[in-house]
């Protein structure tokens, strides 16, 4: 049987592995949180496209002044683009109450920096979560899909709820802005490459250590 691995270890392992992944890959601060919400529900290049698409209107006071429909338009690319407009609008005016001033949001104690987040509509628990870690230096972890794949695989028995599991890493893991932004980008990279829907157990640097790789294994040799 596989030994249990702890987060600490998991983070070791793939920082090893991986390297810096300098997360997230945005030019600024502002186009980091309005791509958490481009990125819900699509991949990277299509926000990619969409934020080449704003171009220069990418910044808060143009946004803000921007038509609906207009900015719905430009960020077709990205999918649910008219529900995202309407989530970036209502996202923009609790941003203008700080006068567009990340710094003045970093600021702002953690746990009433989330509930302020989570009221805005369209903003969930990883939109939230992500737009915290990256943008505003609150240490803390993602619980997404990603991870919760990679969990499950190596032995970890999963609470039932997000915030479940962020609460149960974030008391087994060191509160470290840096290393809690490294490990998610390392958890996704490694899902990207390894740990997809269908895992590629072949090579994995995590094979000694995952259960579903070692039932693999054993299924081969049988």
């Known amino acids: 049987m596989t030994e249990k691995i702890s987060y600490t270890e998991l983070y070791q392992k793939l920082f090893h592995y991986y ?14 949180l309005i791509s958490a919400i481009l990125v819900q529900r699509t991949n990277w290049k299509n926000v990619e496209l969409a934020l080449a698409n704003l171009g220069k209107d990418a910044a808060a006071e143009r946004l803000i002044q921007m038509e609906e429909a207009v900015l719905a338009e430009k960020i077709r690319p990205s999918g649910f683009y008219r529900m995202k407009a309407k989530k970036i609008k209502a996202w923009l005016h609790w941003f203008q109450k700080y006068d567009f001033q990340v710094e003045r949001i970093q600021s702002v104690d953690q746990a009433v920096l989330r509930k ?10 990883e939109t939230a979560d992500a737009m915290m870690l990256y943008a505003f230096d609150k240490a803390g972890f993602i619980a997404d899909n990603y991870a919760m794949r990679l969990f499950h695989r190596i032995g970890y028995q999963l609470p039932k709820t997000y915030h479940a599991l962020k609460i149960e890493v974030e008391n087994f893991f060191p509160h470290d802005l840096k290393m809690h932004q490294e490990f998610h980008a390392l958890i996704v990279e490694h899902g990207k490459q390894y740990c997809k829907k269908t895992p590629l157990c072949e090579n994995c640097p995590l094979l000694s250590f995952c259960w579903t790789g070692e039932k693999k294994e054993r299924n081969l040799l049988s």
């Open 116 to 125: 302020e987040l989570l009221a805005i509509h369209g903003i969930g628990e």
């Open 19 to 32: 390297g810096p992944q300098g997360w997230w890959p945005a030019a600024s601060d502002f186009q980091m």
